[in-house]
């Protein structure tokens, strides 16, 4: 047995509990009841002693208090399942027999994006580029949008240099909540969240963006926000290519990930994107594929209740897959 502090969805999970019943957190649609060992009120008790373990768990059968299963049995069955093959069945067994909410993860939610995305070395632009492709996340009244810019240096054909700029609205800035807009703040310091009156004024600054990014494609959702589209090639003059999100979202991330491995990715570690991050859930399918969707937004104490940066990158690293690869030009076989 082990008393490891938590990890994972748990980890999350706990920490937020905790913020509402120490008051750090206002969420009247939650009641937090922890059960929690008393290491430091009790420092003379082992908390590997099956026989204390009753003081944090109250579903365990003692003679002090009813129960739904004794030590023994629980060892047992915890043993049993941290020894099998897949992290599943002890997820499940955590799940079942002692209560802990598994929330809408498995255990393959911290993916290698989670893994690896903070260890990415910083930006330092290298040049020149052979591609360069423009992600946009349409984003909504209170969501920001968000554009990445993906480099290809010509010297690294696997290398991707991300640069995510993201916009809101005062109206949106203003709706967040208090946690949330400390994270706006760090980002506004940061230089990689804009704020503007109205939303024509933040459209106005994200396509004078995409100009003079020197693209050679601009894409996303192309069903994300009506008439982004034909505004977005109005000003710029640049069409605007769809990314289906769908299972290619999936796939892109795979590709991202890919790189992430190589350590051919670089971006700015600006604060909003690495919270996009954090909220990002990569939930697999019984088909193979991948759903990429929010973590409970109970869990968004910290400001993780945005994806808009992080979708904006996976969709600039789709445009690349799709459209990056060089033309063969027959002209010079012919003459």
Same mark, same amino acid.
């Given at each position: 047995m082990?008393?490891?502090?938590?990890?994972?969805?748990?980890?999350?999970?706990?920490?937020?509990?905790?913020?509402?019943?120490?008051?750090?957190?206002?969420?009247?649609?939650?009641l937090?009841?922890?059960f929690?060992f008393?290491?430091?009120e009790?420092?003379?008790?082992?908390? %590997?002693?099956?026989?204390?373990?009753? @003081?944090?768990? =109250?579903?365990l059968?003692? $003679?002090?208090?009813?129960?739904?299963? *004794? &030590?023994?049995?629980?060892?047992?069955?915890?043993k049993?399942?941290?020894d099998a093959?897949?992290?599943?069945?002890?997820a499940?067994?955590?799940s079942?027999?002692?209560?802990?909410e598994?929330?809408?993860?498995?255990a393959?939610?911290e993916?290698?994006?989670? %893994?690896?995305w903070d260890r990415?070395p @910083?930006?330092? =632009?290298s040049?020149?580029y $052979?591609?360069?492709?423009?992600?946009? *996340? &349409?984003?909504?009244?209170d969501?920001?949008a968000?554009?990445?810019?993906?480099?290809?240096?010509?010297?690294a054909q696997?290398?991707?240099?991300?640069t995510v700029h993201?916009?809101?609205?005062?109206?949106?800035y203003?709706?967040?909540?208090?946690?949330?807009q400390?994270?706006?703040?760090e980002?506004?310091?940061?230089?990689?969240?804009?704020?503007?009156?109205t939303t024509?004024?933040?459209?106005?600054?994200m396509?004078?963006?995409?100009?003079?990014?020197g693209?050679?494609?601009?894409?996303?959702?192309e069903?994300?926000?009506?008439?982004?589209?034909?505004?977005?090639?109005?000003?710029?003059?640049k069409?605007?290519?769809?990314?289906?999100?769908?299972?290619?979202?999936?796939?892109?991330?795979a590709?991202?990930?890919?790189?992430?491995?190589?350590?051919?990715?670089?971006?700015?570690?600006?604060?909003?994107?690495?919270a996009?991050?954090?909220?990002?859930?990569?939930e697999?399918?019984?088909?193979g594929n991948?759903?990429?969707?929010?973590?409970d937004?109970?869990?968004?104490g910290?400001?993780?209740?945005?994806?808009?940066?992080?979708?904006s990158?996976?969709?600039?690293t789709?445009?690349?897959?799709?459209?990056?690869?060089?033309?063969?030009?027959?002209?010079?076989?012919?003459?």
């Amino acid at each position: 047995m082990s008393i490891a502090p938590p990890e994972g969805e748990f980890k999350r999970q706990l920490a937020y509990a905790r913020s509402v019943r120490d008051g750090r957190i206002t969420d009247p649609d939650f009641l937090p009841l922890l059960f929690t060992f008393p290491l430091t009120e009790r420092p003379d008790l082992d908390p %590997l002693d099956p026989s204390q373990w009753w @003081r944090g768990m =109250p579903s365990l059968r003692t $003679d002090k208090q009813p129960g739904t299963m *004794d &030590a023994a049995e629980l060892e047992r069955e915890l043993k049993q399942a941290a020894d099998a093959d897949d992290q599943e069945s002890f997820a499940l067994t955590l799940s079942q027999r002692l209560g802990i909410e598994r929330n809408d993860s498995t255990a393959s939610a911290e993916s290698i994006l989670h %893994l690896h995305w903070d260890r990415c070395p @910083r930006l330092i =632009p290298s040049g020149p580029y $052979d591609f360069v492709a423009v992600g946009i *996340d &349409a984003g909504g009244l209170d969501d920001p949008a968000a554009v990445c810019i993906a480099r290809r240096p010509k010297a690294a054909q696997r290398r991707l240099e991300l640069t995510v700029h993201q916009f809101l609205t005062q109206t949106g800035y203003d709706r967040a909540p208090g946690n949330l807009q400390e994270v706006y703040d760090e980002a506004i310091k940061n230089q990689t969240l804009h704020v503007h009156e109205t939303t024509e004024a933040m459209r106005n600054t994200m396509f004078d963006l995409v100009s003079q990014a020197g693209a050679d494609v601009v894409g996303g959702d192309e069903h994300g926000q009506t008439g982004f589209a034909q505004a977005l090639k109005d000003a710029t003059g640049k069409a605007f290519s769809s990314v289906p999100q769908t299972w290619v979202l999936g796939a892109a991330l795979a590709s991202l990930e890919g790189r992430l491995l190589d350590g051919a990715v670089s971006h700015s570690h600006c604060p909003l994107l690495m919270a996009n991050v954090d909220n990002l859930l990569v939930e697999e399918l019984a088909n193979g594929n991948r759903r990429l969707k929010k973590r409970d937004n109970r869990l968004s104490g910290q400001g993780y209740a945005k994806i808009d940066g992080i979708i904006s990158v996976i969709n600039a690293t789709a445009l690349i897959d799709e459209h990056g690869h060089r033309a063969f030009d027959a002209g010079r076989l012919i003459g």
